[in-house]
């Protein structure tokens, strides 16, 4: 019999959507398994009420552990997870597709000395095992590993599915966790501090989404002109919004939104992996790159080899025209 | 922390009798790895803290002398080397457990290393050496400001931006948004291979056999698959852009796009 603990990031009063989906998919683990799933939380604000904790019942876990620890850091996670798995026999921790959720269970698989897959986006059962796929390689190839005895399985964001099990409230065990020294040393000063102002990209049906090909902040000039003739949003990649040229409300991907639009077109973008899940699942997908080796060309329906610079604004035109006429 | 990558240019692929990636072809310096140089060469210019030295580690074969080069040619006063027949095949927790290894016989103030490796996508390895080493630590890191002995750190999250205090001794993964990274002058690569070079063993480094290599990690790799093809994609190369618009107009307009 193996058990499950799931992480479960939260933040102001509500629950991660990816999390609850690794709640999801460990409670149907569990149950091939033959054990259980239980779901682990961590803070300490008064937002970690026991009814919300409780919740993830709904989707499958039958016991939360809640932690008081500080909020939004790796290192009191690891502790409050290695004490709980120690103490509770626990084989597997798994975790949604984030940040935070790498962090922690790159070093709690340290700390315990197992096994540590990142990046999953399918874990099955093999003779009791769990077993996690992974892509490597720009997605090219998919891997698969084999854990000698305990296993921490991070999922790829949007990996699992979120699933109501129907289960009802979740029992809520409150564990006393002594921080290691580590943890004591690196204290949050801000946190979610939201970069330039709030642009709803989630309700778009087109999107036109720049990268750092554009060159400089005022080349999302282009994309915004081209955005209001098809009339869509502007969303942008972390290279971009990390450089401060485009507000981080807009970004695509692992720490931004998802999107799934009718119309996806991106200007100067690479097609990071961290930036693909973000927007996988839009219906289609036109990518504008100068260079033809560029990775997003591989997941694109329409791909034009080119400099956005001279592309773009004929487009635009283009598209004014077709409009007006 | 530096690492040797295969050149983005070239095709990465797994050799077959192996199971591992096929590490061959033409290498280079993780470009994100040029950040964490550079972010180094920064704190110690910038005068906020006293800083003796920089130095570059990087675990690897032969080959990834060349990183360690280019990383000195940066800045970097010297450099050590962690290579082993043991080593190879190790996973991402003993890479980490076998760098911090390496790390602990310096006793340095600060390791900073970059977010991702070009070839592994993994961007785990500074949880796993701060694990071991006892630091405090945080990745994907963007702004260093040194405050008082301790470091200022910014970095995007789940959330939005987050601030956060940390106090050194303490491993930080730092993004490319960071800074803007030198080049090094010619006169900085011909003087490169002159800077010391340590090269270490697993037993020099206090390395426990029985955690390393593909025996001791914990995790193993294989049954390697394709992924269900997406049927491939229309490409336009664009020679008169007139006419690439065109194109591009009709195909949104056989989807209704427009
Ligand atoms: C943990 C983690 C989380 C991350 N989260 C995110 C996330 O949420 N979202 C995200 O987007 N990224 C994220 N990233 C970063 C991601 O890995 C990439 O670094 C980023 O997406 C790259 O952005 P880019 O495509 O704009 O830039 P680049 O990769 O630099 O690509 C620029 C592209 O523009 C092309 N180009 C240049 N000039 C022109 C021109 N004139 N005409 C046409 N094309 C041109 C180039 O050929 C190149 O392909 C994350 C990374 C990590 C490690
Ligand atoms: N073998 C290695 N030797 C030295 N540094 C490494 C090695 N592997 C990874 N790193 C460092 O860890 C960072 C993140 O790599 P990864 O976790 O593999 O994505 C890299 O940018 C390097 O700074």
Known sequence: ?325 | MVKEVPDAAVEKRIDPSTGRMDRSGEKNLNPFDTHAIEAAMQIKEGGAVPVEEVVAVTMGPDSAVRALHKAVSLGADRSVHLSDESLAGSDVAATGYALAKTLERESPDLVLLGQQSDDGECYTIGAVVAEHLKMPSLTQVIQIDVDDGKLRCERQAEYGYDTVAVELPAVISVGDAINEPRYPSLKAIMGAKKKPLDALGASDAGIDAARVGADGSMVACGDFTDPPQKEAGQIIEDEDTAETVEKVVAWLEERKLI
């Open chain 1, 1 to 325: 019999m193996s058990d499950i603990l799931v992480y479960v990031l939260h933040y102001e009063g509500e629950l991660n959507k990816n999390s609850l989906g690794a709640v999801s998919e460990g409670a149907r683990l569990a149950a091939e398994l033959g054990g259980e799933a239980h779901a682990i939380v961590v803070g300490d604000g008064d937002d970690l009420t026991e009814d919300l904790a409780a919740t993830l019942g709904n989707y499958g876990a039958t016991k939360v552990f809640r932690a008081q620890a500080p909020e939004g850091l790796a290192q009191p996670v690891i502790d409050a997870m290695a004490k709980v798995m120690q103490d509770n026999g626990h084989t597997y921790a798994l975790f949604g597709g984030g940040l935070l959720g790498f962090e922690v269970g790159a070093g709690l698989a340290a700390r315990l000395g197992a096994g540590v897959t990142m990046e999953v986006t399918e874990v099955s059962v093999e003779d009791g095992k769990l077993v996690a796929a992974r892509p490597i390689l720009q997605d090219s190839k998919i891997s698969k590993s084999h854990y000698k005895d305990k296993g921490v399985i991070i999922g790829r964001l949007n990996a699992f599915e979120t699933k109501e099990s129907g289960g009802g409230p979740a029992t809520v065990e409150d564990v006393e966790v002594e921080l290691s020294e580590q943890a004591t040393k690196a204290t949050m000063v801000q946190r979610g501090e939201q970069r330039g102002e709030e642009i709803d990209i989630e309700g778009a049906d087109i999107l036109v989404a720049g990268g750092r090909g554009l060159g400089k902040a005022e080349g999302f000039e282009l994309c915004e002109q081209l955005a209001q003739a098809m009339g869509g949003a502007v969303a942008a990649t972390r290279a971009v919004v990390d450089a401060g040229w485009y507000p981080y409300s807009t970004q695509i991907g692992q720490t931004g939104k998802t999107v799934a639009p009718k119309l996806y077109l991106a200007a100067g973008i690479s097609g990071a992996i961290q930036h693909k899940v973000g927007m996988q699942n839009s219906e289609n997908i036109v990518a504008i790159n100068k260079d033809s080796n560029a990775p997003i060309f591989e997941f694109s329906d329409l791909g034009i080899v080119g400099d956005l610079n001279k592309i773009l604004p004929k487009l635009t035109e283009a598209v004014k025209a077709k409009k007006g006429g």
